[in-house]
């Protein structure tokens, strides 16, 4: 039997008859046991197991047993974090009677330490494979409390933050905090409409809650990506960047609805850049480690949106950080495309991709830059954002691997997600990935009618699963068509109509694609989380406009799928979105207002809405195919 909410979980552990009760605090894990009268109660901590478990992980593990309701120690492990120090200190609501540990591996090195009987009732227990237990007065009837702070600095900042958070705190206190904090977060968004899409679009928005991570001891100390101990300034550091996947909306999300975290997370990245012997910001970082995951240096998308929404950090390191990120000539061939214009595939396999993602990152660089009057380096960036035209087939109209010497790969597939110069894509998907300059892209796909089949044809042609069968983050549930949602470079694809005269076209198929690849139910998510990015998605399409191109002032309009929201900006300042009668008969936008007015424009910008706002759809089960938008009224393009 289970038992979960926000703030709490409940399970009764049928091997032992164990009543299990767990909460939290932001850096405390709180545990409360419930044993069985006059049957042992003893706790197992293991140090060696854990997720991706595989052997020689835990690089050491160490624990002291301080006194007898106190132990304190550390779990170093390589993994994808290739140096991850974990520091605890754990406290026990009754004195631990017994206790001792079996070490899994035999000790090459055992020195004087054999005088001693280690595995029982020693206070100081190592090694790389030790499993412990601490066993308590099986005639205590009480539960058993355990309050477990973690730290990545130093057992000393694990107990303090175990004081600061839990002290004089009774664990039904500590539920209520955390079912208030919960309720909070959760509040920020207000809807109606049935409960399954209610459900569906709160736990989005839990979703979006996990990560990036506190990554700070409350007095302010991290360990930063030198390893050094640092302290955070003014600021709450964070951790775990999966920028690849949340630069896209995620970030642009928090800019909107969590504005001082935001603000921290930039912070975070500038300490990053500082601490970086590389001197760039992160590409996937997480507890003091840059792992190198996935493409581009999408830091600078981050980091421009930011302060395109006018959040405080200091601009002129934002942009010095964001110049040095882009010219480190030894990562993932940034030499080749400086001088080539675009990445090779005789070097690199994922070239095409790479040279697209490095061309939008390097429009955020111009964009910025301009933003803050630097004319040179924003004309350099302008030119490198054109990039994308290298990797253009002329003759196809595609998106297509090419080599040192100028030629394109031969023999060449426009559906194949693996060995066609693409990472988990296809040319079909990545094609449409210009979200700089879409006037552009249209041009290059031989204009508007061209443009428009194609986005039908990805919607609606079959990829046989042939095509993704050695690649293993496109999977069959996220694929629709050909349209891969289950991965993030086609997340804009479905508002990309907003550039042409069939606009109503992105109202119908995001309907789709939250109806088939988000459901309340085991597999209701396509594809994996990503760190948030699937579930901002997921909101910002249920408020009716997306990020199409994060680091300028847009969202491209599509259509609510709630007939009401009411989103918290912060200080007192609301965005409600009205759309009666929407539903997935009536899911087409025939007006749109904006504080009353009559609105024409295919986007509205941030500035619109920041003050607060109402926007209100007027919908119809027949599209407006007369809602045709002026050059003016297009959202942003960098070519005309």
């Excluded at 907003?498 to 119908?508: G, P």
């Excluded at 759309?579 to 504080?595: F, G, I």
Aim: glycine fraction near 6%; hydrophobic fraction near 35%.
């Amino acid at each position: 039997t289970e038992i979960s909410r926000p703030g709490y979980y409940e399970v009764c552990l049928d091997d032992y008859r164990v009543k299990a009760q767990l909460t939290a605090t932001e850096r405390t894990g709180v545990h409360r046991y419930t044993f069985p009268s006059d049957e042992m109660q003893r706790i197992i901590l293991d140090l060696t197991h854990g997720i991706y478990n595989y052997d020689g992980k835990v690089l050491w593990a160490s624990l002291r047993v301080e006194n007898e309701t106190l132990i304190t120690g550390y779990r170093i492990t390589n993994g994808w974090a290739r140096e991850n120090y974990t520091y605890f200190a754990i406290s026990f609501s009754k004195p631990i009677t017994n206790y001792g540990y079996t070490d899994w591996e035999t000790p090459k090195y055992v020195g004087f330490w054999r005088k001693f009987d280690l595995q029982n009732n020693f206070p100081e227990i190592a090694g790389r494979k030790i499993v412990t237990h601490f066993d308590f007065d099986s005639n205590a009837s009480a539960p058993l409390e355990i309050m477990v702070a973690l730290s990545s600095v130093s057992t000393q900042g694990a107990i303090k933050n175990l004081q600061v958070e839990t002290e004089g705190k009774s664990f039904d206190q500590i539920v209520a905090e955390a079912s208030a904090k919960c309720e909070k977060e959760l509040s920020k968004i207000e809807v109606t409409g049935n409960d399954a899409a209610k459900t569906m679009l709160y736990t989005s928005l839990y979703h979006t809650l996990i990560n990036p991570l506190v990554y700070t001891d409350t007095d302010g100390q991290y360990r930063g990506i030198d390893h050094n101990i640092h302290q955070a300034n003014g600021f709450t550091n964070y951790t775990v960047f999966s920028v690849w996947d949340t630069y896209r909306a995620l970030h642009p999300l928090f800019n909107l609805i969590n504005r001082k975290c935001s603000a921290d997370i930039v912070r975070s990245m500038l300490a990053h850049y500082e601490q970086s012997v590389h001197k760039a910001l992160p590409v996937w970082s997480h507890m003091g480690n840059e792992n190198w995951c996935m493409i581009g240096y999408h830091s600078v998308s981050v980091l421009a949106d930011a302060i395109d929404k006018g959040l405080d950090i200091d601009k002129k390191k934002a942009l010095e950080a964001m110049i040095s990120s882009s010219n480190i000539d030894y990562y993932d061939n940034t030499s080749d495309y400086k001088e080539l214009g675009y990445v090779p595939f005789d070097k690199n396999r994922n070239s095409s991709s790479i040279t697209l993602e490095y061309a939008y990152d390097d429009w955020t660089i111009y964009h910025t830059a301009l933003k803050e009057g630097n004319s040179s380096v924003a004309s350099m960036y302008r030119k490198r954002a054109m990039n994308y035209r290298n990797v253009f087939d002329p003759e196809s109209q595609f998106v297509r691997a090419r080599r040192s010497d100028g030629t394109w790969k031969v023999p060449f597939s426009l559906l194949n997600t693996s060995g066609e110069g693409f990472i988990e894509g296809n040319s079909w998907n990545y094609s449409f990935y210009v979200p700089h300059d879409v006037n552009g892209l249209i041009t290059r796909m031989g204009g508007e009618k061209t443009f428009i089949r194609r986005l039908d044809s990805l919607f609606t042609m079959h990829l046989p699963d042939e095509f993704f069968a050695e690649t293993e983050d496109v999977t069959r549930e996220g694929v629709m068509g050909n349209y891969v949602h289950g991965n993030e470079p086609s997340h804009h694809i479905a508002y990309l109509y907003a550039w042409t005269s069939q606009s109503w076209k992105t109202q119908y198929w995001v309907r789709e694609i939250m109806n088939k690849m988000y459901r309340n139910s085991i597999d209701g998510l396509c594809g994996n989380d990503d760190c948030g990015q699937m579930s901002a998605w997921y909101i910002f399409s249920a408020m009716g406009f997306y990020p199409v191109c994060p680091g300028s002032n847009q969202y491209v309009l599509g259509a609510p799928y709630f007939p009401y929201m009411k989103v918290e900006l912060g200080e007192g300042k609301y965005l409600e979105i009205k759309a009666d009668k929407v539903s997935d008969k009536t899911r087409y936008v025939k007006t749109v207002r904006l504080n009353g007015k009559l609105y024409t424009k295919a986007y509205i910008t941030y500035d619109d809405i920041k003050n607060g706002a109402e926007l209100t759809f007027e919908m119809s089960a027949s599209p407006n195919k007369k809602r045709l938008f002026e050059k003016g009224e297009k959202p942003y393009s960098l070519s005309e």
